[in-house]
């Protein structure tokens, strides 16, 4: 049942009509309608999966291109006081010392008040000009 509704998904995902989409949403219907409690447990099992692929992305993925929009040797020395180095380590999730470089609590909460300054100066910047 798991393969056939993430089959359905990425061909959703793929569709570029409208027309499309309306026919998997009905094929997916039919799906659940063919076994509700299977249906409902695939799903919710697919659910979970994704919940953990999404824990487990590296910040640095998790940020895209934000990484090469602003300089992160910027943000290590102004923000953290430390190298470019220590933050790429954090972001991609890099082993040091024989374990993977993560954000502590603290830490995390200094790169998202980082990022909202950072942000702030930006709009004040663009208003500005």
């Known amino acids: ?5 993430q089959a359905l998904a990425a061909r959703n995902r793929a569709a570029k009509t409208e027309e499309e989409k309306q026919g998997i949403a009905l094929e997916m219907e039919a799906l659940k309608n063919e076994n509700p409690k299977e249906f409902t447990e695939a799903l919710e ?4 999966t994704t919940a953990k692929e999404v824990e487990n992305l590296t910040m640095a993925e998790r940020m895209g291109e934000i990484t090469k929009m602003v300089s992160m040797a910027y943000i290590a020395k102004k923000y953290f ?5 220590w933050l790429a380590h954090k972001l991609n999730g890099n082993t040091v010392n024989g374990k993977a470089a993560q954000f502590s ?7 998202k008040s980082a990022l909202s300054d950072m942000s702030q100066k930006l709009s004040s910047m663009s208003v500005s000009l």
């Open 1 to 5: 049942m798991k393969e056939r509704i």
């Open 45 to 48: 099992s697919l659910v979970k």
């Open 81 to 85: 006081g430390k190298s470019r180095s």
């Open 105 to 111: 609590d603290e830490e995390l909460s200094t790169l």
